[in-house]
């Protein structure tokens, strides 16, 4: 059974910081995953995707890696701003799934805070 | 690109009502939809799965009779919760599976539902 686990589950870091947040998976058969971003009482936000092929994913500031054969992704967020903070959720989508059954796992998220 | 519409974002409803929530993908037809649901401080959990034309799959542990899911067209897949109660109180968010395009999948910025 696939379960996805997030370190740490919050972090709080100073303005202009460069950060790493950590997402891991039990089972390396993986289709792809997903980065998101969840503000406080708002939705979810798609950061990057990064297929099982694929090994990064850069948008902007933030650089996604994925390492399948450890079960590891990260997300590195460069020069971290204040409007930064939010929950990031990672989600994976598993490979062997019945036909027409594409459901993600999602992991707890990590509630960070970029202070002024 | 493909966008999944949820309505309302946000809803407030008096305990003992019924609420509806629609997904729509927008430029797309989805044969799949999912929904989700996520309690406080934890991950998003899928509840089920909906085929168009077809009764949706339910994840174990999900009453069928509290969270109706209707998948009448390509388009829209709508979840209802009856009867709420407080404890229904939660942020409910839908995916749609686009055929033709490696089954990707597109979430929905999601809906708060508020029981009081």
């Known amino acids: 059974k696939q379960e996805v686990t997030q370190i740490p589950a919050a972090l709080s870091v100073p303005e202009g910081e460069n950060l790493v947040l950590n997402c891991s998976f039990t089972d390396s058969a993986i289709y792809n995953l997903q980065w998101f971003r969840q503000d406080p009482g708002k939705g979810l936000t798609s950061l990057l995707l990064i297929q099982s092929s694929q090994r990064e994913q850069t948008s902007g500031r933030l650089n996604a890696s994925l390492d399948k054969s450890s ?3 990260t997300l590195y967020i460069a020069a971290s701003q204040p409007g930064d903070s939010a929950t990031y959720l990672c989600a994976v989508r598993p490979k062997l799934q019945a036909s027409g059954t594409y459901k993600y796992i999602f992991g707890t998220g990590t509630r960070l805070k970029v202070l002024a | 690109g493909a966008v999944v519409s949820q309505h309302p974002s946000r809803v407030i409803c008096k305990s ?11 430029d797309f037809q989805a044969t799949t939809m999912f929904w989700y649901r996520q309690f406080p401080k934890q991950s998003l959990m899928l509840m089920a799965t909906s085929n168009e034309g077809s009764k949706a799959t339910y994840e174990q542990g999900v009453e069928k009779d509290k969270f109706l899911i209707n998948h009448a067209s390509l388009t829209l897949s709508t979840l209802t919760v009856t009867s709420a109660h407080p404890e229904d109180s939660s942020f409910y968010i839908c995916s749609a599976s686009r055929a033709g395009s490696g089954n990707t999948i597109y979430f929905g910025e999601g809906s708060w539902l508020t029981v009081v």
């Open chain 2, 16 to 26: 003992g009502t019924s609420v509806k929530i629609e997904c729509r993908s927008l």
């Open chain 1, 71 to 73: 079960g590891r992704s």
